[in-house]
Nanobody, 122 residues
């Protein structure tokens, strides 16, 4: 089992940047695929980005391609989401998630953090 805690959210102007972090505790973090999701008020949860266990394979949702970058540091048990060129429509609660499968899944994650709020003002 793995426990996840997100940090780094906040208020930023459109065009700005934020970096989210997700610290993991528990067993074998480096074995897990990791993902970032977001949920805006009144909307369904949306896949944002994912990485395989090594960080060598990544995948992004269409709405963030070219602006967001996911990475991980297995020595620090941490996964990151660098968000650039932020838009008001990126406003949401951002969650990290983990699942013990190969590749980069976009669904079926087993473990979730509590979320961190990102607000982008226009």
């Amino acid at each position: 089992q793995v426990q996840l805690v997100e940090s780094g959210g906040g208020l930023v102007q459109a065009g700005g940047s934020l970096r989210l972090s997700c610290a993991a505790s528990g067993h074998s973090f480096s074995s897990y695929a990791m993902g970032w999701f977001r949920q805006a008020p009144g909307k369904e949860r949306e896949f944002v980005a994912g990485t395989d266990w090594s960080g060598g394979s990544t995948y992004y949702g269409d709405s963030v391609k070219g602006r967001f970058t996911i990475s991980r540091d297995n020595a620090k048990n941490t996964v990151y989401l660098q968000m650039n060129s932020l838009k008001p429509e990126d406003t949401a609660v951002y969650y990290c998630a983990a699942v013990l499968v190969p590749g980069v899944p976009t669904t079926g994650y087993d473990y979730w953090g509590q979320g961190t709020q990102v607000t982008v003002s226009s």
